[in-house]
């Protein structure tokens, strides 16, 4: 959760301090090194970091100096010195740069791990203290229609939430809903001609719609409504606890209806059509009820203007219904899109569950699911600039080839089999791309390793330098930094070989301007100054 960075010019303290703590314990996630402030400065540039625990005496930017840096940048970023001077001019000047601690070498590891204990402390504090502020609880007010609006969307496209969350969602977005009992939904297609009309003035006129009705159902109903990819209004109406609905309620609930299409047409000057569903459950029949209400426009009322239609009568349900999982949000296109592959496999999985509870039907959803798999996976290849056949080769030939006769086990077998190739295609598609920019990095850096920075090996591919830093450490397992160093030291033993250079000349060959920083950072890499091993 918290990210942590260690700065001292003598390694084996920083490399030390870096594994002898229980980070993870103290809620610390990531521990980073830097031998030098300008070194921390660069990395700082890149990393969210937390707490930087830093000395004061260093070859160069000194800590305090490098505290000054910080905070005019990274103001939330806290800082705690640890030195060997025990003097008060560097306490006074720390005090100055609000350090939070001031700790005297040789400094117990107990003693740090209860002074970064203290700031996290601190840290989470200012945390709380920022999200009960009156601010973001005004702003979070605000948003609530629209979280609202995309809450009643998200169940229309039938997403399907954990009991336990949806309660809790409904409890933060203010929804008086409750998931054990029944509700309706009230489906309006707005019928004037609003092409002329601005988008400001359209949006005034769809909120006082929603008032409108909302305010009409209020006395006994609680509602919740959205604008659907139709630009229908939909709403969803659950009587309040204590309402008392008559004979069922359903000569009040379309009393309300039509109350509601005439207010609009009263205040507003427009015509609306509603169709009112049957009762359903909450929210599971949200979507089949949202679904039917589309259907009574299109098979009922069609061109029809200002209609009224409440789907009262229990109709007979057809020999044969839509997969209602292969269309449910999120659908193949949307999953392959982003490569969730595990969704995608999921979503496979629940498909044939529901198609063998229908107890068979593969001959007749076989063209149905295999021209579904295929669009998406046309799409996804052709979006990579790749053909269909160069990826499923002959396979391709039997997923054209759709056997009427096909049995559900072996469809199942073809989908899974698709779903397997189409994966394989993206992970080895992934590899390559990573490999040959990590070719692309190493070549940069062994080419310009004296005067190599994070930023330039990311400006050189065209990357943000976070981005190649992360894949730096997944591809190769080191740090960006441990990496260029070790390149350093070891075109630095090549020049001391080969050369009759003085040490001077070798530090700024490989990059370091500082001679004694340089001899500091050789005798840790390989536990002798240059001029020993140049002796030998």
């Known amino acids: 959760m918290y990210e942590v960075l260690i700065v001292d010019d003598h390694t084996h303290l920083v490399d030390s301090l870096a594994i002898s703590l229980p980070w993870a314990e103290m809620g610390i996630t990531q521990v980073y090194k830097a031998y030098s402030g300008e070194e921390a400065l660069e990395l700082l540039q890149y990393r969210s970091v937390d707490i930087v625990v830093t000395d004061i005496q260093m070859n160069g930017m000194t800590g305090l100096e490098l505290i000054a840096r910080i905070n005019e940048k990274w103001k939330n970023t806290k800082a705690v010195i640890i030195t060997g001077y025990d003097e008060f001019q560097y306490a006074k000047e720390a005090l100055q740069q609000q350090v939070c601690d001031y700790l005297l070498k040789p400094v117990a590891n107990e003693e740090l791990e209860q002074t970064l204990r203290h700031i996290i402390d601190r840290i989470t504090e200012e945390g709380n203290e920022l999200l009960?502020?009156?601010?973001?609880?005004?702003?979070f007010r605000e948003s609530l229609p629209k979280l609202r609006e995309l809450f009643?969307?998200?169940?229309?496209?039938g997403k399907n939430y954990p009991l336990a969350d949806l309660r809790e969602t409904l409890q933060h977005y203010g929804l008086p809903f409750d998931t054990e009992r029944d509700a309706?939904?009230?489906?309006?297609?707005?019928?004037?001609?609003?092409?002329?009309?601005?988008?400001?003035?359209?949006?005034?006129?769809?909120?006082a719609m929603f008032n409108i009705v909302e305010e009409v159902f209020s006395e006994k109903f609680n509602v919740m409504a959205c604008k659907d990819s139709h630009d229908y209004l939909i709403f969803v109406a659950q009587p309040k606890p204590a309402a008392a609905l008559d004979g069922g309620g359903s000569e009040a609930i379309e009393d309300l209806a039509r109350r509601s299409q005439h207010q609009i047409k009263l205040y507003l000057k427009s015509k609306v059509s509603i169709v009112l569903s049957n009762w359903g459950g909450f929210p599971r029949?949200?979507?089949?009820?949202?679904?039917?209400?589309?259907?009574?426009?299109?098979?009922?009322?069609?061109?029809?203007?200002?209609?009224?239609?409440?789907?009262?009568?229990?109709k007979e349900a057809p020999d044969i219904q839509p997969l209602a999982e292969l269309y449910r949000s999120q659908t193949f296109m949307e999953l392959i899109d982003i490569e969730q592959w595990t969704a995608f496999e999921n979503k496979l999985a629940r498909i044939f569950e529901e198609l063998e509870r229908t107890g068979g039907g593969a001959r007749?959803?076989?063209?149905?699911?295999?021209?579904?798999?295929?669009?998406?996976?046309?799409?996804?290849?052709?979006?990579?600039?790749?053909?269909?056949?160069?990826?499923?080769?002959r396979d391709i030939e039997k997923m054209l080839k759709l056997d009427a006769s096909w049995s559900i086990d072996p469809l199942k077998e073809w989908a899974f089999a698709s779903f397997v190739q189409i994966k394989a295609y993206s992970d080895s598609r992934s590899n390559n791309i990573r490999s040959d920019l990590m070719e692309r990095i190493r070549r940069y850096i062994q080419k310009n390793v004296k005067d190599i920075t994070l930023q330039a090996v990311a400006d050189h591919v065209h990357l943000h330098p976070v981005y190649v830093s992360n894949l730096f450490k997944q591809e190769t397992g080191e740090n960006f930094s441990n990496y260029v160093l070790r390149l350093r030291m070891e075109r630095a033993v090549e020049l001391l070989k080969d050369t009759d250079w003085k040490i001077i000349q070798v530090a700024h060959e490989v990059g370091y301007q500082k001679p004694q920083y340089f001899i500091k950072l050789f005798k840790s890499h390989y536990g002798m100054t240059p001029q020993e091993f140049k002796n030998r």
């Open 364 to 393: 007749e959803y076989g063209i149905e699911i295999c021209v579904t798999l295929l669009q998406a996976y046309s799409y996804y290849l052709h979006k990579k600039g790749k053909r269909i056949f160069e990826v499923f080769g």
């Open 152 to 157: 009643l969307s998200e169940l229309l496209s």
């Open 285 to 314: 029949d949200v979507q089949s009820m949202y679904r039917s209400a589309l259907s009574v426009y299109t098979d009922y009322i069609g061109y029809q203007t200002e209609s009224f239609f409440h789907v009262t009568q229990q």
């Open 184 to 207: 309706l939904l009230l489906c309006m297609r707005v019928e004037e001609d609003f092409s002329s009309t601005d988008l400001y003035s359209l949006s005034l006129i769809e909120y």
């Open 132 to 139: 009960n502020q009156q601010k973001f609880a005004y702003r």
